[in-house]
């Protein structure tokens, strides 16, 4: 779960250390505090996109660091995956924003990128925003909904089957392009093989004439080391060479070793080192003898190393030179048969069609199946949460394959007991659809281990009775992992184990939000205020008093 929230220099939020709970955390406040702004910095550190703007006027970085503990299993094994070991199922990331542009990513201390912040992100914390209500007003969206449902392996083998077919359909259009494109094809691969082969480009080539450039350059300095090495070795005129006098010396200590046994290692050591020498002299000697110098091979290796850099210019490097080669090959050899590969391009084009309906018809009875059980699911919920008239359904139309299978979903609803069934866009009011929204996330969540939910104002349209049953449901579903709700309703904010108040205050004449966790008169008058909105009387703090009291069961809190 998040356990604590570090902010430095975010928009009107100078520095904040946020503790959250277990169970249910509400964020409250006046608007424009900056509850918004917590859930930006949530966003921030999970990797996801965000403006320079949200760094504070006048500062150059922010930085926002979110600590985790108890962090789940799967979690831990994506964490493995990275080579991260964990302390006490404990994790730190760390996101620092810079006006350059420039910001970095941190995971546990150690530098990490932005892809690995999101996909961690996606495993903590899911966030449902007002924009959430907004989706189940877009059609296109209700298919995922009923997609998450499905627990058989039908979803995978579709997209394995769908893939399949648009590799061998795509394959198949290539073939099919006119005739005329056929040849300009042909003629390009054939001046491209001609090219390549011409070139006789062999992998490791240039850097092995680079070395025996660079050998014949230096030609003169090389000779003149071996032949002083060499006489150093074999003696000359004035001296009898190293290795006359190592085995000089080898033969004398060898004549001793009966009278002084300690010198025995030694000597054996001298002749092992004698028996080195005499194979290395030996190979200098040939090497030194058999050294010629040819004044046109510079001229020759100069000549294909330009060839061998044109190839390495035009394809990237003689390794790319050659992969090109081999597949360019193979691509006229399917162009010069064409009759033969269209017509089985063309069947393989068919097979996976065939494959990949099989594969959306039976996706589709288990979409149909799923979506029963998941409207039924969301109707008990919709009962709790003061909607039990409320009936949804899914209405599927059989369309053209494609990614998503052979089905259109829409979600319709019937209000009151007797009317039809009408599309959930045209029919459902703010406050219905934050409501079914809210029935909706508490079914799906069910289907992931995901630790913690933060709600950003789910509450929007509703008031009342509708939301204390709201309360009760988000406290219901905070009993098994880690609610975040930012709400401006006091018969939400009620049910929280942990009221955190958000407050902007004016300080040397710059704007800064401070984070509160409130005790219970806290509690009592924040509830109070956004009741009223007004001067707080004795009467509305009892209210409020009373409110906390029935939310929270009589908990001293």
Known sequence: MLSKLYIENISV???????????????????GAGKSILIDSICAVMGERTSRDLIRTGEKTACVTAEFTNVGRNVIESLSDLDIEIENDTLMLSRELSLTGRGCYRLNGRPTSGSVLRELGNKLINIHGQHDNQALLDQSSHLRYIDLMIEGAEKQEFEKAFKRYTEAHERFSRFCTDVSAKQRRVDLLNYRIAEIENADVREGEMAALIDKRRMYQNFEK????????????YGDSDSAGG???????????????????????????????????????????????????????????????????????????????????????????????????????????????????????????????AAENFCSAVGRELTYLDMPFVALSANFKEKELSSDGIDEAEFLISVNPGEAPRPLIKVASGGELSRIMLAIKNVLSEKDDIDTLIFDEIDT???????????????????????????????????????????????????????????????????????SGGNLTDTMLRS??????????????
């Open 13 to 31: 939020i100078e520095k904040a250390e946020i503790e959250f709970s277990k169970g249910l955390n509400v964020l409250t406040g006046e608007t």
């Open 222 to 233: 090389i000779a003149n080391i071996l032949g002083e090495a060499n006489n150093c070795l």
């Open 243 to 369: 290795l006359q006098e190592v085995s000089m010396a080898s033969e004398l200590l060898c004549d001793i070793e009966d009278v002084y046994p300690d010198i025995l290692p030694i000597s054996k050591r001298f002749i092992n080192i004698l028996y080195e020498l005499k194979d290395a002299s030996s190979e200098l000697h040939e090497l030194f003898y058999s050294m010629e110098y040819d004044p046109s091979a510079l001229e020759e290796i100069e000549n294909r190393l330009d060839i061998i850099r044109r190839i390495v210019k035009k394809y990237g490097s003689e390794e790319a030179a050659i992969r090109f080669y081999n597949k360019a090959k193979a691509e006229l050899e399917e162009l010069e048969n064409f009759e033969e590969n269209n017509e089985k391009l063309e069947k393989e084009r068919n097979e996976a069609l065939l494959a990949a309906n099989n594969a959306a018809a039976e996706l589709s009875k288990m979409r149909t199946l």
């Open 461 to 531: 349209g509703i008031s009342g009775r509708a939301a204390q049953k709201v309360g009760k449901k988000l406290l219901e579903t905070s009993s098994s992992r880690q609610l975040i709700c930012v709400t401006h309703l006091a018969q939400i904010a009620a049910h929280a184990d942990n009221h955190l108040y958000i407050e902007k205050n004016i300080i040397d004449g710059r704007t800064c939000t401070q984070v509160t966790s409130l005790d219970r008169d806290g509690r009592i008058g924040e509830l109070a205020r956004i009741s």
């Open 544 to 557: 409020a008093g009373e409110l906390l009291d029935i939310c929270r069961g009589g908990d001293n809190i």
